[in-house]
């Protein structure tokens, strides 16, 4: 045997070291160990739950936050409750006592105070002059908000984005800023003292509102999915019409109840350019106010009817409203 021969090959010995490691699962040690009895602990927490005193405490803070909910609640109800029992008690009985007395004294209900107001036919035109305002004003600000909102968000030309920086700047303009500039044009134009004039100052300061709102909801409109509808065939309006609108339904309600109750219960623009003759409710009542005598049992009942209304529109488009907020808040 040569010398040669006797020469151990490093190629050989590295594998010959190799194959153990490589045919035989090595031994697990401490640190193998941990990991699966860190799992099957989770696991056995996992199929036993919290335990008791986790869930109690859990079932303490929810009755705790519902109690706290409810109270806030009837805090937050305990005006429009003291005004709608002041609406149904006589002038007396109110001087002679706050309106927990009928909570007392249920006897001392009565109606006649909504008699003698809806028998003025000041409350009951003014009522109707309020909606004659809030109702245009309403859907002029939810139809060019929701056309001005797709073309900001959607559709490209020249000075889209500044333009776009000057209607968000828009929205720090005070009321009172325009107050005089505007009766002035209105005066040239002979729109000062109309229902028009009235419904276009609304319309123009509540734009900027609605355009910000509006675009930024329809900018988070799935781009693949106005494509796929442009591949269809769709123009921009019936892509409008058919895409945008349905998807925008929630935050246009919202809009539209906000711009509604908004209108409804403004007193400085209705007390500026509206119809002397004609006024809105707001103005109405503060003219029934006594020179020596707070006049309540005119103001109760006219304010709660004038607040009845907000109440059932709100009331009536809650899912609406609620949709929107919600959708809002996880975009």
Known sequence: MSGTDATPDPTAAEATYARPA?????????????????????????ATGPSYAARTSARLAGGALRVFLVVAALFWLLPTLGLLLSSFLSPTDLNDGGWWQALTAPSRLTADNYERLL???TITGSLLSTFAIAVPATLLVVTLGAFAGYAFAWL?????????????????????????????????????????????FHTAFGLPFAVFLLRNFFAEIPR????AARLDGAGELRLFARVVLPLGAPAIASLGIFQFL??????????????????????????????????????????????????????????????????????
């Open 22 to 46: 490589q045919a035989g699962p090595s031994p697990a040690g401490p640190s193998q160990a941990g990991p699966s009895h860190a799992g099957s602990s989770s696991a056995v927490l996992a």
């Open 119 to 121: 028998a003025n036919d």
């Open 156 to 200: 490209e030309f020249p000075g889209r984005d500044w333009l776009f920086l000057v209607v968000v700047g828009l929205l720090v303009v005070p009321v009172q800023v325009a107050l005089i500039p505007v009766s002035e044009l209105f005066g040239s134009i002979g729109l000062f003292e109309t229902t028009a004039g009235v419904v276009l």
């Open 224 to 227: 693949e999915l106005l494509e």
């Open 262 to 331: 908004w209108v409804w219960n403004d007193m400085l623009v209705a007390l500026v350019f509206a119809d002397s003759a004609h006024p809105p409710v707001t103005v109405a009542l503060q003219q029934q106010v006594r020179q020596f005598g707070n006049n309540i049992d005119v103001l109760a009942p006219g304010a709660f009817l004038s607040m009845a209304v907000p109440l059932v529109v709100f009331f009536a488009f809650q899912r609406q409203f609620v949709s929107g907020v919600m959708a809002g808040a996880i975009k």
